[in-house]
């Protein structure tokens, strides 16, 4: 069934008993064109995009838990196309640009939100590094703007003014950057799938990958059984490694525990993604009124879906230290998720060295903006056999031919990117 | 929770004096293969469970140390100075 205002007051009148469940429960069948291990955002938007723009409707998405428990709900929602690299930006931008006519294309209201993101910066190198940003992003067609402190202090006239370490100097400011439902995200795409002959598997936890005699693969050993398939994808974030050596891939991924935090219910006050050049820390505040908020890694490689408090406080200090007024509001809740930290914390759209194999990882703390471009254009690559124009660096090879996609520059070191 | 880490020098203390290298791999030898040296900068094991990592005492006695941690629960196994673990590392391989 289509949504639409009319479908609501047409239920409306018949008390809302006549909603029917937005994806089917199928059982899985003995054997599926295209196998899609993980049912997150990229998952579920790889499945989508097969279906809807390649024609491939004959696929399954195994996912372990249920739809939506991994980090396309456990994200702070932001997204953005503001990176310098060639091998970046035009990606990000595509992402950006299927964001923004995202809830049309699948029908459903993800409450994509462009309220423009502010990165701020404190001092000289930092507005010379957002000046590069800026410049890179325009070379790219993307509109970008570098604010003064005072066009900073109309914008968001509550941060702390007055900061002897870290004062606000300016930011770069991309207006169509903004927020997004997450879980909406993930309930959008498994439904568009799903209406398009995809069937979503919950509950189903891939134990094997089963190959042949010459190497190629055949099918998964699941926790409900063996599935034939002709091509495998995976896009299992923070579990790719444990899922990649059930093929004997070695892969330049660390799994790592990102926190997020929610505040108490405020009213309207903070209406940008702002961003603290002086440390990590990011904020933003949803549509239900709860402050969202993040920012460094745990440090030490985790899988563990929740974190330690010390980085929880040094999360509240450095938001507080921005913006004073925090400090009287209240956390509700904080959660971890698992970040595939690649070693230059660029992602990887590849095939893998092993034939019908394909992988989507390495998104580190960045997928969830990914989300629509990852799978586009995983699809197109599933589907084709060839990289998408956008995502042509992001090979799963690039570190042994020494063309890293090293945006901060940090080096192979995951913890840092 | 790893919050505490044992030192073999300074005794038990929080984890935020440590700084975090990652997994313990042995480095080849400076005229060693490519291939080697590619798997040895780029590639990890990354495994759901026990792993050894090098830690520095950044804010201690700056020794590099040999944690054993366990990545799905954060339980610590084991502290060892960095230099007395290669040293028994070596003595086993010769052995």
């Known amino acids: ?417 | 929770m790893a919050s505490l880490i044992t030192c073999p020098h300074c005794g038990s203390r929080p984890k935020e004096e440590f700084s975090i290298r990652g997994e313990v791999r042995s480095r080849p030898e400076p005229a060693a293969p490519f291939e080697t040296w590619y798997r040895y900068v780029y590639v990890r094991d990354n495994p759901k469970g026990r792993q050894k990592e090098y830690w520095h005492h950044v804010l201690g006695c700056r020794r590099w140390l040999v944690v054993e941690r366990d990545t799905l629960t954060h339980e610590v196994y084991g502290v060892t100075d960095a230099a007395a673990y290669r040293a028994s590392e070596v003595k086993e391989a010769a052995e």
Not at chain 1, 5 to 22: K, T
Not at chain 1, 280 to 296: E, M, N, P, R, T
């Open chain 1, 1 to 417: 069934m289509r949504y639409s205002a009319l479908s609501i007051i047409r239920n409306a009148f018949s008390g809302n008993r006549d909603w029917q469940p937005a994806w089917r429960e199928p059982e899985p069948k003995p054997h599926y064109d295209v196998i899609i291990v993980g049912g997150g955002g990229h998952g579920l938007s790889t499945a989508y995009y097969l279906a809807k723009e390649f024609g491939i409707t004959n696929v399954a998405v195994l996912e372990k838990s249920y739809i939506g428990s991994g980090n396309v709900g456990r994200n702070t929602t932001i997204i953005r196309s503001n990176y310098v690299l060639e091998g970046n930006e035009p990606f990000y931008e595509l992402s950006l640009k299927l964001w923004e006519g995202l809830e049309q294309d699948f029908n459903f209201n993800a409450m994509v939100s462009q309220r423009g993101i502010i990165n701020l910066f404190h001092d000289d190198a930092g507005r010379d590094h957002y000046a590069r940003r800026g410049n890179s992003m325009m070379i790219h067609g993307v509109e970008a703007a570098l604010l003064s402190r005072d066009e900073v202090k109309a914008l968001v006239p509550y941060l702390n003014y007055n900061h002897a370490r870290f004062p606000v100097m300016g930011a770069l400011y991309q207006k169509r950057a903004g927020t997004v439902r997450h879980d909406a995200v993930a309930w959008g795409y498994a439904r568009g799938a799903d209406m398009r002959g995809v069937d979503i598997i919950q509950n189903c936890e891939v134990t094997g990958i089963r190959r042949d005699a010459t190497g190629k693969v055949t099918g998964v050993e699941t926790s409900r059984g063996f599935i034939g398939c002709n091509k495998l994808a995976l896009a299992a974030a923070g579990n790719t490694s444990t899922v990649g050596q059930m093929a004997g891939l070695e892969l330049p991924i660390e799994s790592h525990v990102l926190q997020a935090f929610v505040s108490e219910g405020l009213k309207p006050v903070i209406h940008h993604v702002l961003t603290y050049g002086g440390g990590h820390f990011y904020i933003s505040q949803s549509d239900k009124g709860g402050l969202v908020f993040g920012a460094s890694l745990d440090f030490f490689g985790s899988y563990a879906q929740h974190g330690n408090l010390a980085t929880v406080e040094e999360t509240i200090e450095e938001g507080v230290s921005l913006i004073p007024g925090l400090s009287r509001s209240r956390v509700l809740r904080s959660w971890g998720g698992v970040m595939d930290m690649s070693m230059d914390g660029s992602p990887i759209i590849d095939r893998t060295g092993i034939e019908n194999l394909y992988l989507n990882c390495g998104w580190c703390y960045g997928g969830f903006k990914a989300t629509p471009a990852s799978g586009f254009c995983f699809a197109h690559l599933i589907a084709k056999g060839v990289s998408h124009e956008v995502s042509r660096f992001m090979r799963l090879d690039r570190f042994e031919r020494g063309y890293a996609i090293d945006e901060a520059g940090k080096g192979p070191q995951p913890n840092l990117h």
